[in-house]
């Protein structure tokens, strides 16, 4: 639980950076990432998302990172990176 509450406190950098999340339904959207900490992001999306769902963010020239969602309220999802899986 420690771990946890140490992730929420990590801190976040505001951006604005276009994208592609890939669902595990094959289906990719187009994002836009927000802000961006070490363990995870908040996302613009035009599809909405539910908790516990997994996708790989795509952003410039990074091939992808996957992530599960943890939250989302209308457009707007919070995502945590799944550790170990920068390709």
Known sequence: M???VHRLRDRRDA????????RSNGRCMA????NLS???????TDEPLKP???VRVRVGPL???AASVRW???ETTGFSFDEGDWT
Do not use: N, P, W, Y
Not at 15 to 22: E, I, N, P, R, S
Not at 31 to 34: G, Q, R
């Open 2 to 4: 420690l771990r946890r």
């Open 15 to 22: 951006v604005m950076l276009k994208g592609t999340a890939l």
């Open 31 to 34: 994002v836009e990432m927000i």
């Open 38 to 44: 070490l363990h995870g992001c908040c996302l613009q």
């Open 52 to 54: 516990g769902e997994s």
């Open 63 to 65: 091939k992808g990172v």
């Open 72 to 74: 989302s309220r209308f």
